[in-house]
């Protein structure tokens, strides 16, 4: 099994760019699909952006097209979500999640972090 960690999640002002970090261990990303999640108070936990096994394809959220990139680093095993130009709207709490195949659903993942607070001021 991967056991994952979030970090990088505070407070900043709109406009602004920030950059989550995903670290594993136990096994390499590089066997999962991978993804960042969000949520929200209030709301349920949805896709942000991921990545499928081999990096093949990839999917973002709508709300993010354009402002967030999501990228893998194996040679340190660790899963990364760039941020730019952020919104109120993207305050939330922010996971990474591993599993065997790309869904857009939650409910599909198995592993997941403990989650990163985000929280971004207008």
């Known amino acids: 099994q991967v056991q994952l960690v979030e970090s990088g999640g505070r407070l900043v002002q709109a406009g602004n760019s920030l950059r989550l970090t995903c670290a594993a261990s136990?096994?390499?990303?590089?066997?999962?699909?991978v993804a960042w999640f969000r949520q929200a108070p209030g709301h349920e936990r949805s896709i942000v952006a991921a990545l499928s096994w081999g990096d093949r394809t990839d999917h973002y959220a709508d709300a993010v097209k354009g402002r967030f990139t999501i990228s893998r680093d194996g040679t340190n095993n660790r899963l990364y979500l760039q941020m730019a130009d952020l919104k109120p709207d993207d305050s939330a709490v922010y996971y990474c999640a591993a599993a065997s195949y790309l869904s857009i659903n939650a409910e599909q993942w198995h592993f997941w972090g403990q989650g990163t607070q985000v929280t971004v001021s207008s």
């Open positions: 136990g096994r390499p990303l590089s066997s999962y699909a």
